[in-house]
C-alpha cells in the first residue's frame, strides 16, 4: 500500500459518507443547510406567470402592473434560485462522487487485501521459519541427550569394570590372606606338637630317670639278681614276693621307656607315637 494514498483515501472517506440517495459534502459557511437538486439541462419557470398575471387582473390590477410585478417577482425568485443553486449540487456531480468513492473504495480494498496478503505470507514465513529453527533445536536436544546418555552409558561402564577388577583384587588380596592365615596355623599346630612332642619327651625323660633312680634304690635295698633272670622271669605276684613282683615290673617299664625314646628321637612323630603305645 502506498503511504501517500492511504491518508487521502481515509480523510475522502471521512468528508463523503453515505446520506440517503446523495452524498455530503462541504458547503460554504453562509448555507446551513443540505439541498439537492434535481434541475436538468433545461432551465424551466419557477412558476406559472400567465396565471399570476391573470390573478393580479382579477384582483384590480390593470394589464401593465400585472406585468411589471410579475417581471420583479420573476426577477427575486431567480437571483433567489442563483443564490441556493450555488450551494447545490448537480445529479452529474453526485454520480461523480459516488463513482470516485466506489473507486476509492476498490484501490483501498485491493491494497487492504493486498496488504493482508503481503502480512499473511509474512506471517507465514516467520511461521514456517520458527518451526524449522524449533525442529533445529529439537534435532540438537535429542543429539545432546544422545550424547550424554551415551557418555553416561560409557562412564557407568568403565565405573563397572573398575569396581569389577577391584573386586577382584579384593578377593585375590582375601584369598592370600586366607591362605597366609591357613598356613600360619598349620605351622602354629606343627610347632605345638613340636612342643608337646618335647615337653612329653622330656617328662617320659624325667619319668625314666625317676624310675631308674627309684629302682636303683629297691635294688640297692634288695638281694642282686641277674638281668637275665628278670627278662626270663614270669610276673606272678601270687608265686613271688610283693618286693620282687614291683621290681621285676619298673625295670620292664623303664626299658620299655628308653627304647620308645630312643625311636622318637629316630623316626618321625607317628612313628614314634605307635612305639610309645602301650
Same mark, same amino acid.
Given at each position: 500500500?502506498?503511504?501517500?494514498? =492511504?491518508?487521502?483515501? /481515509?480523510?475522502?472517506?471521512? +468528508?463523503?459518507?453515505?446520506? &440517503?440517495?446523495?452524498?455530503?459534502?462541504?458547503? !460554504?459557511?453562509?448555507?446551513? %443547510?443540505?439541498?439537492?437538486?434535481?434541475?436538468?439541462?433545461?432551465?424551466? !419557470?419557477? @412558476?406559472?406567470?400567465?396565471?399570476?398575471?391573470?390573478?393580479?387582473?382579477?384582483? &384590480?390590477?390593470?394589464?401593465?402592473?400585472? #406585468?411589471?410585478?410579475?417581471?420583479?417577482?420573476?426577477?427575486?425568485?431567480? #437571483?433567489?434560485?442563483?443564490?441556493? /443553486? +450555488? %450551494?447545490?449540487?448537480?445529479?452529474?456531480?453526485?454520480?461523480?462522487?459516488?463513482?470516485?468513492?466506489?473507486?476509492?473504495?476498490?484501490?483501498?480494498?485491493?491494497?487492504?487485501?493486498?496488504?493482508?496478503?503481503? *502480512? @499473511?505470507?509474512?506471517?507465514?514465513?516467520?511461521?514456517?521459519?520458527? /518451526?524449522?529453527?524449533?525442529?533445529? =533445536?529439537?534435532?540438537?536436544?535429542?543429539?545432546?541427550?544422545?550424547?550424554?546418555?551415551?557418555?553416561?552409558?560409557?562412564?557407568?561402564?568403565?565405573?563397572?569394570?573398575?569396581?569389577?577388577?577391584?573386586?577382584?583384587?579384593?578377593?585375590?588380596?582375601?584369598? #592370600?590372606?586366607?591362605?597366609? /592365615?591357613?598356613?600360619?596355623?598349620?605351622?602354629?599346630?606343627?610347632?605345638?606338637?613340636?612342643?608337646?612332642?618335647?615337653?612329653?619327651?622330656?617328662?617320659?625323660? +624325667?619319668?625314666?630317670? &625317676? %624310675?631308674?633312680?627309684?629302682?636303683?634304690?629297691?635294688?640297692?635295698?634288695? !638281694?642282686?639278681?641277674?638281668?637275665?633272670?628278670? *627278662?626270663?622271669?614270669?610276673?606272678?605276684?601270687?608265686?613271688?614276693?610283693?618286693?620282687?613282683?614291683?621290681?621285676?615290673?619298673? +625295670?620292664?617299664?623303664?626299658?620299655?621307656?628308653?627304647?620308645?625314646?630312643?625311636?622318637?628321637?629316630?623316626?618321625?612323630?607317628?612313628?614314634?607315637?605307635?612305639?610309645?603305645?602301650?
Amino acid at each position: 500500500m502506498k503511504a501517500s494514498y =492511504l491518508p487521502a483515501a /481515509i480523510q475522502r472517506l471521512h +468528508t463523503y459518507s453515505r446520506t &440517503g440517495l446523495g452524498i455530503r459534502i462541504p458547503l !460554504p459557511s453562509s448555507y446551513s %443547510g443540505l439541498c439537492f437538486s434535481s434541475s436538468s439541462v433545461t432551465r424551466l !419557470p419557477y @412558476f406559472d406567470s400567465h396565471q399570476f398575471v391573470t390573478r393580479l387582473e382579477k384582483e &384590480g390590477l390593470s394589464r401593465e402592473q400585472s #406585468e411589471g410585478l410579475m417581471v420583479a417577482i420573476e426577477q427575486v425568485i431567480d #437571483e433567489s434560485m442563483k443564490n441556493l /443553486i +450555488t %450551494g447545490l449540487v448537480t445529479r452529474s456531480e453526485i454520480e461523480k462522487q459516488q463513482y470516485t468513492q466506489r473507486v476509492d473504495f476498490a484501490k483501498l480494498k485491493s491494497e487492504i487485501q493486498l496488504v493482508e496478503k503481503q *502480512d @499473511f505470507a509474512l506471517l507465514k514465513s516467520e511461521n514456517e521459519r520458527l /518451526i524449522s529453527e524449533l525442529e533445529k =533445536l529439537k534435532q540438537r536436544l535429542r543429539e545432546e541427550i544422545t550424547r550424554t546418555q551415551a557418555s553416561v552409558r560409557l562412564d557407568l561402564n568403565l565405573e563397572k569394570g573398575r569396581i569389577r577388577d577391584e573386586l577382584g583384587v579384593r578377593e585375590l588380596k582375601i584369598r #592370600e590372606v586366607d591362605t597366609r /592365615i591357613e598356613g600360619e596355623i598349620g605351622n602354629l599346630r606343627t610347632t605345638m606338637e613340636s612342643v608337646k612332642f618335647n615337653i612329653l619327651q622330656y617328662v617320659v625323660g +624325667t619319668v625314666a630317670s &625317676g %624310675g631308674a633312680l627309684l629302682l636303683a634304690y629297691i635294688r640297692m635295698s634288695v !638281694p642282686h639278681v641277674p638281668v637275665s633272670v628278670i *627278662d626270663k622271669a614270669d610276673l606272678n605276684p601270687h608265686e613271688e614276693g610283693l618286693g620282687s613282683f614291683v621290681y621285676k615290673y619298673f +625295670t620292664i617299664r623303664c626299658i620299655r621307656c628308653f627304647i620308645t625314646q630312643k625311636l622318637a628321637l629316630s623316626y618321625p612323630m607317628n612313628v614314634a607315637k605307635v612305639a610309645w603305645a602301650p
